[in-house]
């Protein structure tokens, strides 16, 4: 396995960006041809992406992505498939994808209508709604504790969105900040220099369960627009768009699923072996059977 740094992205973009989606290769040919595939990773979208203690992409996401992958080696006749991963963030997934740079997105990327128009999802494999990290002794246990406070969200995610649309639509008197990644959000809180991190709830369990000091930290609010998380691959593309929602589908039918599901959120994981002891929810057991990929709004 190759894992290329973020770094060498601004080698790769200069020369795939230019071409439009439909002068590329079909993906399955692509990678048959080409005898590799690149899966994307996020750094801190813990559990479903991140970093382990030997700076090796692990999570949710990964393991169903290399069970995908599995798959491709079968209908391709590529036993010798390469597996390259590549890092990325909010901020340049979807081109990454668009451009083919990455064949397939294994992280924790919701499926909106919006994004739907540029790249395809597969079956949602994970919902979950906004809420905020704050530091336990903060006395914040709502939006409404914000007033006059700085909040903080990772730049490029429907979460920074949605936080700005209600603090302009309500004129709350809250200065809403971007950082980097999710890791750099959740720093800010962690050093008052924000105090709340806006944020699907479930990546918060995760930043809070692998913090210095957990019980410093606590995730609080009611959920604000629960948003489902899926694969996301090129557009235009049924082909690559049959075999990953094959692989969900079966995964789901089989209870293998439900077995990814308890390793990743209700077992001891690395680096530290906390447990984010996070039961699965209604709208997930729901589409174990429904099998969609609807988006969100």
Not at 24 to 49: C, H, V
Not at 199 to 224: C, F, H, K, W
Not at 248 to 263: P, T
Request: contains cysteine; glycine residues 6%; aromatic residues 6%.
């Amino acid at each position: 396995m190759k894992t290329i740094p973020r770094l060498a992205l601004s080698a790769l973009l200069p020369l795939t960006a230019l071409l439009p989606a439909h002068a590329q290769q079909a993906t399955l040919d692509k990678i048959k041809d080409g005898g590799s595939i690149t899966l994307s990773y996020r750094e801190s979208s813990i559990p479903f992406s991140y970093l382990d203690d030997k700076a090796q992409p692990v999570g949710f996401g990964i393991d169903i992505c290399d069970r995908v992958v599995d798959e491709i080696k079968k209908v391709t006749g590529r036993a010798d498939l390469k597996v390259q991963r590549q890092a990325v963030t909010s901020a340049n997934r979807i081109p990454l994808v668009q451009n083919g740079t990455v064949d397939l997105e294994c992280g924790s990327t919701t499926n909106n209508s919006e994004r739907a128009k540029q790249v395809t999802f597969a079956i949602n494999y994970f919902y979950t709604g906004t809420r905020f990290l704050v530091k336990s002794d903060s006395g914040i246990k709502s939006l409404a504790d914000l007033s006059n406070k700085v909040m903080v969200s990772t730049t490029g995610t429907t979460n920074f969105k949605i936080m700005r649309g209600i603090i302009s639509e309500q004129k709350l008197p809250i200065e809403l900040i971007a950082a980097k990644d999710h890791a750099e959000s959740a720093l800010l809180v962690e050093s008052s220099r924000a105090a709340a991190f806006a944020m699907d709830d479930i990546l918060l369990y995760g930043l809070r369960a692998s913090a210095q000091n957990p019980a410093s930290l606590a995730v609080v609010g009611e959920p604000i627009q629960v948003e489902p998380y899926a694969i996301m691959m090129r557009k235009d593309d049924p082909g690559i768009k049959k075999l990953v929602d094959g692989v969900l589908a079966g995964l789901m039918k089989s209870g293998e699923f439900e077995k990814f599901y308890r390793k990743w959120f209700q077992s001891p994981i690395p680096p530290r072996g906390i447990n984010l002891n996070a039961p699965m929810g209604k709208e997930l057991t729901d589409n174990l059977r429904a099998l969609s990929d609807k988006p969100a709004t």
